[in-house]
């Protein structure tokens, strides 16, 4: 499901967004190459240089300056990706074999690095020291969010305020900051940039919502990795945290560790999903997605709007 | 060895700088700040920060300007150690152990990640296109090196010219730029610029030879780790390549292997060692720091430009 197959008027722009990316990571070690196009090209949604494009036609668009900014956006997603499957010990990714399980976790994290590296040399087209200072604090941010990742692994403890915190950091904030920088790059207003940031900080929070939801309701084949595996990795998302107030579940629930058996594993989804934690995260999610909308009708009416509105809906929609 | 005790004029102003690099990574998460400081604070040279400092003073010297690109070049320097020591599976750093051994590789590769995003954030409140370019270019080729050390690790038949590539991208590069920025940063003339940059790229370049030397000749105190750990970890030096000319020698060295015992390994060192390799790597690292002299001599002369002579002096005669 790829964005720019369902809003037309985008492709020739994301098409240029698309060699800017190609061009980006193309490196004379042929195993950097390979390694970075292999996650590039195993069929990301773009959805964050989607954002990018459309949040800049709320100022004065050039698709020369906003590319870069759209493809930013995506090598930075792209290395977060590689480096998120070597602490999660991932070897599926899109339902084709992660970077790590391929080549090994020291290639894994230089091309990490490397993409990361690439993504800073495109944003530096981008002559703007206030884009610069955001999109460092959202890769700091992006960081603690993995570390309090690493760290909460397994906690059942948890409170749902750390839970909200590090989807804030390791999601809402990315695509918060891709509405606000392609605002930014086109010299939109102000207060339409804030307003971007607010709309992409809800729509991302009910994005990460939904993508927890949907590892416990979607099928293998959909998900391309199994059901549960968040679970099963300590990951522990709202879904499981609303199926713990149930004391008699907790209990359960505390008994899942990495090694787990495909059966017993199998059994406990049934119960989270049997628990009502599923209508209720959605809830929770649509909740979001409420303010999302809101932010929306206070943007001038152009078919940007309309785009992010439909975007935003799709995601309320989608299941998988 | 920190040079700020030997170079005195400078003190004030590298206080200024710790500062900003303490105040840096300071993170709401423990484990984070402290593994972070951890490195931060076990001795390094503050080499970068040196000679961006003096490199600035060819310009209009603002020490509240330069301070945050002397912190972003060695924040950028020890995120790179700290990824390095993952890939290397180094237990020893500066005499401590490493972040990967006394946390984990997962926490290795985040807490690298994040101060590679606290030295752009740093970086950020510098206001010059030309600046940042320089930096992400920078940190590309560093990515480039790393990863072509892992894929030259053990390759006995790479020829020299690998090996300098290797070293450019891996440290001179960045001495380079240190220099390079600092002087961007105080708008010194460019004609000056390009020969900080000059002079970086030699000092480097010979820095890393010495350095190369020094695993073979140093004692395992001087190191803070064994001698030859390079070699035992498949790094082929220049001291290596040297020694290779020597085609039985070379069928001894190709015998290295990762687990290989103490004795063994020690009779390899004391072999090249006799080989008059060391001596001829210690010649081209005199060729290139006489190179830096050159560059020094076309340079204003200044207190600067003195000081940089003498750090280049003591790179060639330093013993570790």
Redesign the interface.
């Known amino acids: 499901m790829k964005y720019k197959l369902k809003y037309s008027f985008l492709n020739s722009d994301l098409q240029l967004v698309e060699k800017e990316l190609e061009a980006a990571i193309h ?3 042929s ?2 190459t390979e390694a970075s196009l292999h996650l590039l090209q195993s069929g990301g949604k773009r959805i964050r240089p989607v954002f990018v494009l459309l949040a800049a036609r709320f100022g004065d668009y050039d698709i020369h300056v906003v590319k870069h900014v759209a493809a930013t956006l995506e090598l930075i997603h792209t290395a977060s990706l590689v ?1 998120d499957d ?2 999660d010990d991932a070897d599926l990714r899109r339902g084709s074999a992660t970077i790590k399980s391929k080549w090994d ?3 894994a ?6 993409i ?3 993504a ?2 495109m ?2 087209e981008i ?1 703007n ?1 206030r884009a ?2 955001i ?3 959202t ?2 941010e ?3 969010g ?3 990742q ?2 909460d692994k397994f906690n059942f403890e948890q409170n749902w305020r750390i839970y909200f915190r590090r989807i804030k950091r390791k999601t809402a904030l990315l695509i918060a900051s891709s509405c606000q920088l392609g605002a930014i790059a086109t010299g939109a207003d102000e207060r339409i940039q804030r307003r971007l940031f607010r709309f992409g900080y809800y729509v991302g929070m009910s994005y990460q919502i939904m993508d927890d939801i949907l590892d416990f309701t979607a099928s293998e084949a959909e998900l391309g990795k199994p059901a549960g595996s968040d679970l099963l990795q300590g990951n522990i998302t709202l879904p499981v945290l609303i199926a713990m107030k149930n004391p008699a579940l907790k209990e359960i629930i505390k008994t899942v560790h990495e090694e787990m058996l495909k059966e017993d594993m199998g059994a406990i989804i049934q119960a989270i999903k049997a628990s009502g934690a599923i209508e209720q995260a959605t809830r929770i999610s649509d909740q979001y997605l409420e303010k999302a909308f809101r932010e929306l009708e206070e943007l001038p009416s152009n078919k940007a709007r309309k785009t992010l509105s439909q975007i935003a809906q799709n995601i309320g929609k989608r299941k998988f």
Chains 1, 2 share one sequence.
């Open positions: 490196a004379d070690s195993v950097l480096h070597v602490v976790n020291r290639v994290m230089y091309t990490g690095d490397y990361f590296a690439r800073l040399e944003m530096s002559n020291p610069h200072q999109l460092a604090n890769m700091v992006l960081c603690l993995e570390i309090e690493i760290k």
